[in-house]
């Protein structure tokens, strides 16, 4: 992604990936 920090851009994308992580492991939980 274009950012002029690219801390605040590694953060959004890490934030992003962890939703990610925690949806799938609902939907595990939920089988």
Do not use: D, P
């Given at each position: 992604?274009?950012?002029?920090?690219?801390?605040?851009?590694?953060?959004?994308?890490?934030?992003?990936?962890?939703?990610?992580?925690?949806?799938?492991?609902?939907?595990i939980?939920?089988?």
């Open positions: 992604c274009i950012a002029r920090r690219e801390q605040s851009c590694i953060h959004l994308v890490g934030a992003k990936v962890i939703e990610a992580r925690l949806e799938f492991q609902a939907r939980e939920a089988y």
